[in-house]
């Protein structure tokens, strides 16, 4: 931290405590590429690498394993008092036989007068057992509701209002978790970008709203031809990622160009008024993630097959090793 001039604050030091030991490959790999990339370690990418890798995730993962944790304590509890009721109940019923036959056989009225008490007190007891038992159940259920307010705002966070597909946060969650697959299981990994062509101009001929519609409509492309395995992100702004686990370079391109050709196919018209936007197109690039790569490459090099798509004419898919001709895939 003082070779790169970082403050002593307690989230630099949770950051850079856990790169020195080497607990977090994601992070580790991240500070390594600030660094070989000569980065200056400003307070905003340190606060930067504190919230992607600590805060809200540890937070809410927390939060929701004490709520299941609460959930099936309350659970085992309630159980044992329905059984502890039962067994109760079995015994006050005893103690009832037993003092009806005391009743018919005995002469001496203080046995009789104790064991009546001792029924009395058993009944209340059982009693108390009962609520408590009704008591624990509201709560067992308020704590499943606590939970499950818990998921749903955790599933808010991650994902994009206009479009309905994942956020950028849960983008970089699951590219995180598909690396760690691909490397512990040995499967392929890849990733595709993807931007819509000309965007600006469309905002600007027609208006924002129009914008959000084609917006909203590319990613319904996406994750109509994304097979539930993979997660469908918006990127930023009119770009798009799809994380793809297990899937081979041939099959992601494969995707990418149906993908593609499903945007090409349609044409638009606006809701207002509609007016025919005509065809919308969008470029791709598509990388598979290589042994020992960084998050951040995987990233580069998807970019930069999107960047040749741009410039190569747009409308089209670039991978590591083709570029789809307009209008037709790649052989």
């Known amino acids: 931290m003082e070779q790169f001039n970082v403050p002593p604050t307690p989230e630099n030091y949770a950051v850079w405590v856990c790169f020195a030991s080497d607990t977090n490959p994601e992070l580790c790999e991240s500070v390594r590429h600030h660094i070989q990339s000569e980065t200056t370690f400003t307070p905003e990418i340190s606060s930067e690498l504190f919230e992607q890798y600590f805060q809200w995730s540890a937070i809410q993962d927390a939060i929701l394993e004490s709520g299941g944790m609460m959930s099936r ?18 015994y ?13 056989a005995a002469t001496d009225p203080g046995i009789k007068k104790l064991v009546e008490s001792l029924v009395s007190a058993t009944a209340k007891m059982q009693r108390r057992s009962h609520d408590l038992e009704n008591k624990l159940q509201a709560t067992s259920k308020e704590v499943t509701k606590l939970r499950d307010n818990l998921e749903r705002v955790r599933e808010e ?17 699951s590219l995180r978790k598909a690396r760690r697959e691909s490397e512990t299981k040995g499967t392929p990994m890849s990733l595709v970008l993807c931007d819509i062509d000309f965007f600006k101009r469309f905002n600007d001929t027609w208006g924002h709203q ?4 084609i917006i909203r409509f590319v990613a319904g492309c996406l994750t ?14 009119e770009e798009f990622g799809i994380v793809m686990p297990g899937t081979s370079p041939e099959e992601a391109m494969q995707i990418a160009e149906k993908i593609r050709r ?22 791709l690039g598509v990388a598979t993630f290589q ?5 951040e490459s995987l990233i580069e090099r998807a970019d930069t097959h999107l960047y040749r798509s741009k410039t190569e004419g747009r409308n089209r898919t670039t991978t590591d090793g083709a570029v789809s001709e307009r209008g037709r895939s790649a052989a």
């Open 210 to 213: 129009t914008g959000d519609q």
């Open 291 to 295: 042994d020992n790569e960084s998050i």
């Open 73 to 90: 304590e309350l659970g085992t509890v309630r159980d044992t008092l329905i059984a502890a009721e039962a067994d109760t109940a079995a």
């Open 92 to 104: 006050g019923e005893t103690l009832a036989g037993a003092t009806s036959q005391l009743g018919e």
């Open 262 to 283: 499903t945007v090409e196919s349609k044409k638009l018209l606006r809701k207002s008024t509609n007016e025919d936007l005509g065809n919308i197109t969008i470029s």
């Open 224 to 237: 109509r031809h994304a097979p539930e395995t993979h997660v469908v992100a918006r990127y930023g702004g």
């Open 157 to 173: 966070a991650m994902t994009d209002a206009l479009t309905g597909i994942a956020n950028r946060k849960r983008f970089d969650e």
